[in-house]
């Protein structure tokens, strides 16, 4: 459920999600080293696995803030447990937006008491709440035998994730043990969230939870896994599709490297690359700016007179060279919403798939004044 409390200047600024009953849960957080207080107090709270409730609010994200930070975070999960009469132990909290300020504490407990009897079933009124520079709420839900797997998330820029993503909350009724949860997770992430890159900037607030309440019951183990996989992937083209200033997803395949782990870090050069980005926006043909951001990897094992590429299914690098495509018409490919660029180094056998967006004046116009906004 969200809320306008007054934390942003219009719009709504807090949201609340909360189970029926105690669920199961796990979740992991930012590697940056400058983490917020609702990290710093999340990854505590998160060990024993379990939870009933997250509050979420947006526009001061409580990062370098100290001591007051951290007593400001508690306060913030004791006014919802006292709200909707649960353990404090049991609430977890976050928090996005600028960083260096603290929170108007009041407001947000004030803006709590009430909630309790307001609370919506529709996951993207959910959304609303959580966002800063996003542009619509992000939310989808897929069934898994008789229960439901749903995904919120938001983030639109300092996105580089090394664990998670920016914020991203997952729901659902199937009945799976914490331990279960947390190795699903982790595996989820680490193909979708973990391969996304809006500006290689990681957030010091980035949180990826899951929790399941258990009420529909026991699903396939194999089935769940391989729907929350795909949840995983679709929120993550979400947030690459809505990066500050985007106006294009941009998807990057790595296939035939030595290992898995240097396709993933050809992958994430090439989404990351400016100059991949810019061409990718301007939709210019320079087969030579994905040349440089493969070539520059230069922990990875890499054979020019090996590698093949493609643009959305056309080849345009053989044999060491340009191939004799059509201008015309690979630049009508760059036009689209989605470039695909795929890339076969014929190696071995590792392959990894990035995810990004294109860079536009857009993205300097959020974040030259993004303190200010």
Known sequence: MPASIGIKEKGNDLSVFCSEVRANAAGVFTQNQ??????????????????RAI???????????????????????????????????????SSTGVIGQQLPIEKIEQGVRGISEILEDDPLVGAAGIMTTDT???????????AVITIVGKGAGMIEPNMATMLVYIFTDAAVDAARLDDMLRGAVRDSFNMLSVDTDTSTSDTCLIMANGLAGKVDEALFRESLNFACLEMTKLLARDGEGA????????????????????????INSPLVKTMAYGADPNIGRVLMAIGKCTNCEVRPERIEIRINGRQVFKDESRTDFDEVEV???????????KSHLNI??????AYGCDLTEGYIRENAAYYSS
């Open 348 to 353: 071995g056998e590792g392959m990894a798939t």
């Open 247 to 270: 106006t294009k997803l941009l998807v990057a395949k790595v296939r035939g490297a030595k290992t898995e782990e240097e396709a993933r870090i050809i992958a994430k050069s090439l």
């Open 34 to 51: 400058f983490p917020g207080a609702p990290v710093i107090l999340g990854r505590k709270i998160i060990q024993q696995g379990v939870l």
């Open 331 to 341: 630049r009508k490919l760059l036009s689209g919403e989605l470039i695909e660029i």
């Open 136 to 146: 619509y709420p992000k939310a989808l839900s897929l069934s898994v035998g008789d």
């Open 55 to 93: 509050i979420v609010n947006s526009r001061i994200s409580n990062v370098g803030t100290g001591a007051l930070g951290i007593e400001n975070a508690r306060r913030m999960a004791d006014a919802l447990a006292k709200e909707f009469d649960i353990p404090r132990e049991e609430v977890i909290m």
